[in-house]
Every structure is written in structure tokens, then in C-alpha cells.
């Protein structure tokens, strides 16, 4: 894949957000067809490279909303919550820009280079500010500047206690970005960070459009429809259900958190209040 430098980018009105930063970089390479207008209006959706169920569901919910408002998806391309939000963006029918931590340059391969052949063929960027760099442990939180800058809010999916997410995060504050972070659940170490930036006031709570005093008038999940006769644990669920755990964990969560489920003493059960 062929790479070109954009010339003189301070001149291009849609990047000036990157003059906000206090190192900012020399050059900026990309591959794909340059619109200006891609970097308008975006928004970053980063997130654990140990994505559980959970997070991907979220991805799958979250990403296509941002799109139907037209908005260019930016995260880093690195295995498990980045990857995933480029993918769904792609298959969405948006645009999304892969910010690399490594130079752009490098040779890619196996799942990859198909994703970036894909994110290319469907309008979107690889970028990164260095040509030959190899990817170290300095260069991902480097590259996290841009993924803030570039964003005009910044969706943090699942992050642990020290994920380079959380560096992306108060970059986002540091630039008064509007900072949202997903709630989840407070046994799962992928979202101690995202936890703890709502319970310290730095991000606001990521919902869903409508994750809030939703009642259904038909419960047509299997799941709904068992809780609706008796409360019940999680792992009876899974074994009523005949489903592994983890898949009812992460099915749960999101009940809970559109407000269709409540738990009390490890039951969850049908919340009737709108």
C-alpha cells in the first residue's frame, strides 16, 4: 500500500484541532483516498486490547450510532476494542481513521492488512506521524495525542486500572474533549478504569440513546422471558439457557443497563417501573 505526507497540514482547516497540542507532529503520513472533510466531525471509541463480550456489544451499539450522526470513527488499530470499533465502522457503511503507533510504512499482514485494505475501500485512513518508526512501548501513548486531538469527544469502552485508554482519556480532558466512559461490571478488571472514571467525575456515563426508563411492552428474549416468571442468578440462567457463562455475563449488562433489569442478592429480575 502506497503512502504519500500531507503537505504543510497546519494549512488544512480540518486538522487545526491538532495545533491544541502541546507536542505537535512534524509530519502526518496517511494511505487512502485524502478528503479533508473526513476529519470534520469525530469521535474515538477506544477500549481494552482484552475486549470482553461485553465491550464488543457495546462496540456493536455504539459505534453504528455515532455513524448515522456522520461521524468519523478514530482509534489505533491495536488489537481487540480499536479493531473491533474500525470493523464495525467498515461494515456499518462509515468512515473511520486508524491512527497507527508505528510508523506508516510498516508491512502488514494477516488480519491486519485485511482490515486496513478494508477501512481504505471504504473511504476511510491510516495515518500516523512517523514514516519508518517501529512500534515500541513510547510510541502507542504518543500515538494516543492524536487519537484525542483529532476527536471531538472521546468514548473510553472498557479500560483496566493502568490501560493506555486512560492515557488516551486525560488527553481528552487536558483538551476539553467531552470524556464518556461505559459502566461495567464491578467484578470485570476491563472496566476498573472506565468504573473509576465516572465514580471520579471525569467522564460522564455512556448509556445508549436509549438506555434510559426504557420498558418493553414484549419480552421476546429467552432470557426476559424466564426472568419474567422468577428471579434468578446468573449461573442458573446459563444453565437454563444451556449458554457459557461469559454470554449471559455480558447479556445481563446490557439489560441492566437499559434499565430493563434490576439485580438484588446476585437475582436478576424484570424491572416493571418505568
Not at 510498516?106 to 491510516?126: F, H, Q, R, W
Request: glycine content about 8%; hydrophobic content about 40%.
Amino acid at each position: 500500500m502506497e503512502y504519500q505526507e500531507i503537505d504543510n497540514w497546519e494549512k488544512v482547516s480540518e486538522l487545526k484541532k491538532l495545533l491544541d497540542l502541546s507536542t505537535k507532529p512534524k509530519h502526518l503520513y496517511y494511505i487512502g483516498n485524502l478528503d479533508p472533510q473526513i476529519f470534520k466531525h469525530c469521535a474515538a471509541i477506544v477500549g481494552s486490547r482484552k475486549m470482553t463480550s461485553y465491550g464488543q456489544t457495546v462496540v456493536e451499539k455504539m459505534a453504528p450510532r455515532l455513524i448515522s450522526q456522520n461521524i468519523t470513527i478514530v482509534s489505533g488499530f491495536m488489537y481487540g476494542v480499536d479493531q473491533y470499533a474500525h470493523r464495525v465502522c467498515v461494515e456499518s457503511g462509515g468512515k473511520t481513521i486508524a491512527v497507527f503507533g508505528w510508523g506508516i510504512n510498516t508491512k502488514l499482514t494477516g488480519n491486519d492488512l485485511k482490515l486496513a485494505k478494508d477501512i481504505i475501500a471504504s473511504g476511510g485512513l491510516l495515518l500516523s506521524e512517523w514514516e519508518e518508526q517501529k512500534a515500541s512501548h513510547w510510541t502507542f501513548p504518543v500515538r494516543n495525542r492524536i487519537v484525542a486531538a483529532l476527536s471531538d469527544a472521546v468514548y473510553v469502552v472498557e479500560a483496566a486500572l493502568h490501560s493506555g485508554s486512560l492515557i488516551t482519556a486525560r488527553l481528552a480532558l487536558k483538551l476539553k474533549k467531552e470524556l464518556f466512559a461505559v459502566p461495567g461490571p464491578i467484578t470485570s478488571r476491563t472496566s476498573f478504569g472506565t468504573n473509576k472514571l465516572i465514580a471520579d467525575g471525569k467522564a460522564k456515563v455512556w448509556l445508549g440513546q436509549d438506555a434510559i426508563n426504557i420498558l418493553q411492552s414484549v419480552i421476546d428474549d429467552p432470557m426476559l422471558q424466564i426472568l419474567d416468571n422468577e428471579a434468578l442468578s446468573a449461573d442458573e440462567l446459563a444453565l437454563k439457557l444451556n449458554v457459557p457463562i461469559s454470554k449471559i455475563g455480558a447479556k445481563l449488562s446490557m439489560f441492566l443497563l437499559s434499565g430493563q433489569l434490576n439485580e438484588k442478592g446476585g437475582k436478576y429480575y424484570i424491572n416493571y417501573v418505568s
